[in-house]
């Protein structure tokens, strides 16, 4: 039995799955190592056709603060995460797919740096591993603080690094999108004039996948792109001048 007095207490984690059986218990073990235990685990499956539901039912049945839903068709990441997110019960949201890996600190010292900044919004620095879950050596920084204007030029935000305040935010909604929804949402947030402050530590394990490709690059490209001119319904001018921003952010976190 795990102590949540209160509601305020409890993060609320969200985790899309998809064909996930051969990372997705390393991704729920380090969520069940956190120093900080006051949490619950939102699995939503996207219709796998692998084992991935199986795998996590039997951690289901051995503690109480996980929970899995699984949907009868394929929708996109962005309808598994709403899906959690609208059966969560915690004031504060944590995001982490189903190959990546938190620090053993990550909640508790998260938490603290959100309560000292008061912040609605916060992200941090991570760090880069293989797909056998290796250290590359290599961490992503963040700035102190990132504001719309900013982030429309810089993704830097990591979704498995966000933490948000539902007190603050009260509507948090992924846009229905194959790609970039992350990216959507966080300046959806960022244009309420809410500032997202960048915890300098790293505080999780961005998974690497060998199968990534150029290609999978420039699908990566065409979905800013689309944020920009679709959602955020910029100028052509202006998308024009946030994507060589994007641009050259991307190729600096890649060769720095």
Request: charged residues 25%; aromatic residues 8%.
């Given at each position: 039995m795990y102590l949540c007095i209160m509601k305020e207490n409890l993060v609320s984690i969200i985790m899309p799955s998809y064909n996930s059986a051969s990372h997705i218990a390393q991704s729920i073990e380090s969520v069940l190592a956190q120093s900080y235990s006051c949490w619950e685990l939102l699995v939503v499956?996207?219709?796998?056709?692998?084992?991935t539901t199986e795998i996590v039912q039997k951690f289901v049945n051995q503690d109480e603060r996980i929970k899995l839903w699984a949907l009868p068709t394929n929708y996109g990441s962005a309808v598994a995460r709403n899906f959690a997110i609208q059966n969560a019960s915690g004031q504060f949201l944590a995001f982490l797919d189903s190959d990546d890996l938190w620090l053993l600190y990550k909640l508790e010292k998260q938490l603290a740096f959100m309560n000292h900044q008061q912040a609605a919004f916060s992200f941090s620095a991570y760090q880069l591993i293989d797909d056998q879950g290796n250290a590359l050596n290599k961490t992503i920084p963040v700035p102190a603080t990132i504001t719309y204007s900013q982030y429309l030029k810089n993704t830097i935000i990591g979704c498995l690094t966000v933490m948000?305040?539902?007190?603050?935010?009260?509507?948090?909604?992924?846009?229905?999108?194959?790609?970039?929804?992350?990216?959507?949402?966080?300046?959806?947030?960022?244009?309420?004039?809410?500032?997202?402050?960048?915890?300098?530590?790293?505080?999780?394990c961005y998974r690497i996948n060998p199968n990534s490709t150029t290609a999978n690059k420039r699908k990566a490209a065409v979905g800013v792109w689309h944020v920009y001119r679709k959602t955020e319904r910029l100028s052509l001018f202006f998308s024009l001048y946030n994507f060589a921003g994007y641009a050259f952010h991307a190729l600096k976190k890649r060769i720095s």
């Open positions: 499956d996207d219709a796998s056709s692998d084992n948000l305040d539902r007190k603050q935010i009260p509507e948090i909604v992924f846009p229905n999108l194959r790609s970039s929804q992350d990216m959507a949402l966080w300046l959806q947030i960022l244009k309420m004039g809410i500032v997202a402050y960048g915890f300098s530590e790293p505080l999780a």
